[in-house]
């Protein structure tokens, strides 16, 4: 790290360019990532409270999917809400502190990283589901539930702990405009009037140990899963095992595919405006179509919404 001089002034606040572009059409995109948000929030809270409900939904792969919501809601929470107020202009939307813009980055990468290590506690559950089925109950007990899902909370914890110290020890003498709606990695390191090397490759290698750790579970998981469905005789019994995990294989793929995209790089982001678009994608958007992939593809949750909403249900 460069030592500060007497010219230099160190920022306090940060300013969030957002989509500086889009003036014009302000209200349409307010109007958008505002409804996107609030059908997130119905979605996952719908979801919650279905199988905290419902006693026949009482079971690990619907145990974690809880945990999912739960970690969806406050994901798209930490950096929406200030997206939405900076788009229409809202007093103080645009401004940011400087521990305020560490506090988001930290709290959006451990709910990414806990994302990451949930999606993979999934993929095990459902590999002892279909490779095992006579040892689940042993193998997927509740306490090993609850292990866990302890787990993945703790791990994603931990993650951005040196990256955060890191960025914290970076010297921010000026301009303090962040061309990005959150405080994410990249548009900071742009801004630092320090040496960012060492960050880079810290941030760089913290992503690749929390997405490689996380895939390799998944993958080992699924080519069991695909090996052991390849040698079912039966067609129909084979697509019957592999829709229990379809939804969550396309939940992987979606969010998996935009964090390789975006956090395995060495270098500073070269396009901001395109970067942009795939922030929005992994923290709103997929955030959204997440519950709609499960309830859709998933036979048992579709019943149990059919039994949450009907009068008899809440009678009895």
């Not at 349409?28 to 505002?34: A, D, E, K, S, Y």
């Not at 709910?111 to 459902?126: K, N, S, V, W």
């Amino acid at each position: 790290m460069q030592p500060i001089t007497p010219n230099w002034t160190q920022v306090t606040e940060f300013i969030m360019v957002g989509f500086a572009g889009v003036q014009e059409t302000h209200l349409l995109f307010f109007m958008l990532f505002l409804t996107m948000y609030l059908f997130t929030l119905a979605e996952n809270l719908t979801i919650i409270l279905v199988v905290g409900l419902d006693h026949r939904l009482r079971r690990p792969m619907y145990f974690f999917l809880t945990h999912l919501s739960c970690l969806e809601i406050w994901y798209t929470s930490v950096t929406v809400p200030r997206m939405l107020a900076g788009l229409v202009g809202a007093e103080g939307g645009k401004n940011i502190s400087y521990a305020g813009c560490l506090s988001q980055l930290f709290i959006f990468t451990f709910l990414g990283a806990a994302e990451c290590f949930l999606l993979a506690a999934m993929a095990y559950d459902r590999y002892v589901a279909i490779c095992l089925p006579l040892r689940y109950a042993s193998l997927v007990s509740w306490g090993t539930c609850f292990r866990l899902a302890a787990a993945c909370w703790l791990a994603g914890f931990l993650t951005p702990i040196l990256p955060i110290y890191l960025m914290s020890q970076l010297t921010f003498c000026g301009p303090n405009s962040i061309d990005h709606f959150f405080c994410d990695a990249s548009p900071l390191l742009a801004l630092s009037c320090s040496d960012v090397t060492l960050k880079e490759t810290v941030d760089f290698l913290v992503s690749l140990a929390v997405l490689l750790v996380s895939s390799t579970v998944i993958a080992v998981s699924y080519g069991n899963i695909v090996w052991t469905l390849l040698r079912i005789p039966s067609a129909a019994k084979r697509w019957k095992a592999f829709s229990t995990c379809a939804a969550h294989l396309t939940v992987v793929s979606l969010f998996y595919g935009t964090l390789f995209f975006m956090y395995v790089r060495t270098k500073v982001a070269s396009s901001i405006n395109f970067n942009k678009v795939v922030s929005v994608f992994y923290s709103v958007v997929t955030p959204m179509l997440n519950p709609l992939i499960y309830t859709l593809r998933n036979k048992e949750v579709k019943e149990g919404l059919c039994r949450a909403f009907s009068l008899r249900f809440w009678r009895r």
